[in-house]
């Protein structure tokens, strides 16, 4: 064995008995030998070492002899060899046998070892104590224990995030009047149909419910009809806004092209990563829905936020405030927006204050296409999506005593479209299928999927097939290209994704083909989580996470994870909604403070 480590073995075994020898002491002599010793006062008396006993000889054995005198030996030769140890470890020295009084005991000089305290006139043992002490020091020191204390400590401790600087600033203008506020409803103002006032109204005293509910229809809908595309975010004398519309109502449309292999998309998705200019505050409050403009001139994204803000952001350009762009097309939540699926002149967007309007950017106005009634509060819209190619008519869900949906025809203007009630409870999402369009999935909070047929929509009991979950459902979307998928989040932590049964053109159910445990539990003050497939390959799926360090996830059609998109110093919070450029490789996530993050 080498020197080196037999010396260290030897310093931590003594270590250990100084240690066990003094929590045998008593208490006097403990609290004075761990007094700390003055080295410049001379030591009128040293703390001498405990006395030993003389041991009591035990009596000899007949039955025997020879193994007791084996043993005898043996320990007589482990007795030298523990004194040995003890001297040459610094131990103190063993007592004089009793009856021989401890002045007539000569201490041994050590005259080779230089020890601390030699010149100040303590005991010997004070001196071997305290050499001990120093060796035990340093031996600790040479294993690095405390420097690996103070590394792992470090270590430990979270990496802050740095926080962008672009998008919207703090202090931003509001360069155009609040819009007039819409006349309340005669019932709203206590009045009868015939205008008179009823009997009695004006000495109601509000209950808490109500005044709850009176906080919460501060922002009134806007007035009713077209409102002009005005930017919230820059002043009224700047034309910034106005080119900014301009310029998206002439880029050039890029085809889709749907059924990409997933293995060449993979091998370039994985290689994205965050910059710091990737990052920007695109909307004021928290987050409710995202997508990406589909051209492929310019990347342009659109992110709505719970107080009906629309942020527009043109990652290509300086211009408004970093190329961020403020509009208030509705009051409260824009809970679904998308583009239009022919062109890309026209923005779709619905909200929660119960209204459905088409932005065109050529005219630079939000067109009202659909609205429900303004005295029914609960009349919730909650998302849409196109039945056909050319963006004109809409499947819209809502919850008014139940989870109803409406078919909307742009063209018609003054329409008033059949509500059917599917649900129980409110719709979240709806899905068309993309090549047999007569058939689409509602995803209800009354922990149900179904599946139903435009042509049969005369009551609930018509629907195709019920797919029950565990607890209330996010979201079902379709797979993109082929229909034959289509992917659940619930809020028992599962992410489901079914195999649509066709036979022909007909759709006759769904079967389960994969779960996967997944934390949807975002809390009350994130929003809940949607995955989405790929626009144009129906093997990959992007999703937030609740993991930490924070991240994006992207799993495949079996939903194995594949990647995970991270970045130590620029994403730091949850991105719950997420999306995929339609015709580029660009991921981009939004959270619950309106900040966006790019991933090219």
């Given at each position: 064995?080498?020197?080196s480590k ?21 208490t006097?002599?403990r ?6 010793v ?9 703390v001498?070492?405990?006395?030993r006993?003389?041991p009591?000889p ?7 002899s020879k193994?007791?005198?084996?043993s ?14 003890n ?31 030699a010149?100040?006139?303590?005991s010997?043992?004070e ?9 035990n020091?340093?031996?600790?020191a040479?294993l ?5 204390k ?6 430990s ?7 962008s ?13 609040p ?15 015939e ?10 005293q ?10 919460e229809?501060?922002?009134v ?12 975010n820059?002043?009224?004398?700047t ?13 050039r449309?890029?085809?889709v ?9 993979l ?9 710091e200019?990737r990052v920007?505050k695109?909307v ?9 403009h589909?051209?492929?001139d310019?990347?342009i994204?659109a ?24 509009f208030s097309p509705?009051?409260?939540?824009i ?9 890309t002149s ?8 119960g ?5 065109e950017?050529?005219k630079?106005?939000f ?24 963006g004109?008519q ?22 008033s479209?059949k ?8 719709i ?36 195709i ?9 996010n979201?079902a ?5 082929t229909?034959n ?14 195999r649509?049964?066709?036979?022909g ?22 929003t ?5 497939w ?9 999703s937030?996470?609740m ?15 594949l990647?995970?998109y991270l ?6 919070s949850?991105c ?14 939004t ?8 991933f090219?």
């Open positions: 064995m080498d020197e037999a010396d260290q073995r030897l310093q931590a075994f003594s270590f250990y008995k100084t240690s066990l020898r003094l929590n045998k002491m008593p006097t002599r609290k004075q030998a761990l007094e700390p003055d080295m410049n006062m001379p030591q009128p008396h040293s001498s070492p405990p006395k006993k003389k009591i035990k009596k000899k054995s007949t039955k025997g193994s007791s005198s084996a005898r030996r043996s320990s007589n030769r482990l007795s030298v060899k523990l004194e040995q140890v001297l040459e470890d610094g131990d103190a020295e063993p007592h004089p046998e009793e009856g021989i009084p401890d002045s007539d005991v000569e201490e041994p000089e050590d005259t080779d070892v230089d020890l601390p305290g010149s100040s006139g303590i010997n043992y001196r071997r104590r305290l050499k001990n002490m120093e060796e020091a340093k031996f600790f040479s690095g224990i405390f420097q690996a103070d590394d792992l400590a470090a270590s401790q979270p990496k802050k995030t740095r926080k600087v672009l998008g919207l600033k703090s202090d931003r203008r509001q360069s155009a009047p819009p007039p506020r819409r006349a309340p409803s005669l019932r709203i103002q206590g009045k009868t149909p205008g008179s006032e009823i009997p009695g109204f004006e000495g109601l509000p209950t808490l419910f109500q005044s709850s509910l009176n906080e229809r501060e922002q809908r806007h007035p009713a009809g077209p409102l002009r595309m005005e930017c919230m820059l002043k009224k004398e034309k910034e806004g106005d080119d900014f519309i301009q310029t998206l109502g002439t880029l449309y890029s085809e092209k749907l059924g990409a292999e997933a293995s060449s998309l091998k370039q998705l994985k290689s994205l990563r965050l910059a200019n920007a695109v004021p409050n928290r987050s409710f829905s995202i997508g990406f589909p051209s492929a310019q990347t994204l992110v709505g936020d719970k107080w009906g803000q629309l942020g527009l952001w043109n990652l290509d350009s300086s211009e408004g405030d970093d190329g961020v762009f403020l509705h009051v409260r939540p809970n679904c927006l998308r583009f239009c699926p022919s062109g026209k923005i779709f967007t619905c909200s929660y204050d209204t459905v309007r088409c932005g950017f050529e630079g106005l067109e009202e296409i659909y609205t429900t009634d303004e005295d029914s509060y609960n009349a919730l819209i909650h998302s849409f999506d196109f039945l056909d190619v050319s004109t809409l499947l819209v869900s809502h919850s008014e005593g139940g989870g109803h949906v409406a078919m909307v025809d742009t063209r018609e203007q003054k329409s479209p509500l059917h009630r599917l649900h129980d409870k409110s979240r999402t709806v899905s068309v299928h993309p090549v047999m369009q007569n058939y689409f999935a509602t995803a209800s909070t009354d922990c149900h999927v179904a599946l139903w047929d435009t042509r049969k929509l005369r009551s609930s009991g018509d629907r097939c019920t797919l029950a979950h565990g607890r209330g459902m979201s979307y379709f797979s993109p290209v229909g998928k289509l992917l659940t989040t619930s809020a028992d932590d599962k992410l489901r994704v079914f649509v049964e066709e036979s053109e007909i759709v006759k159910g769904a079967t389960l083909t994969t779960s996967l445990h997944h934390n949807n539990q975002t809390g009350r003050w994130l809940k989580f949607r995955p989405v790929h626009p144009r390959c129906e093997e990959l799926i992007i937030g996470s993991a930490r360090p924070r991240r994006i996830e992207l799993f495949n059609d079996k939903l194995e994870l990647h995970e970045s130590e110093d620029w994403l730091g949850v719950s909604l997420n999306a995929i450029h339609p015709t580029r490789n660009i991921v981009a996530g959270n619950s403070s309106g900040r966006v993050h790019v090219t």
